[in-house]
């Protein structure tokens, strides 16, 4: 299997981001992805003219 340098390296930023993520387990355990999802797709797309 051939893959890519992104696919097959972890940035230290979703590194501690993970970490975040597993310290704080029981309050993401909370969070009502639907909300959020739909929350996102609500924004406004915001593209730039060349």
Known sequence: IIKNYLRS??????????AILSIERDLAKEVDFDEVI?????LKARKGKF
Not at 9 to 18: A, I
């Open 38 to 42: 739909n929350k996102f797709a609500s």
């Open 9 to 18: 390296t972890m940035g230290q930023s979703r590194l501690s981001d993970l």
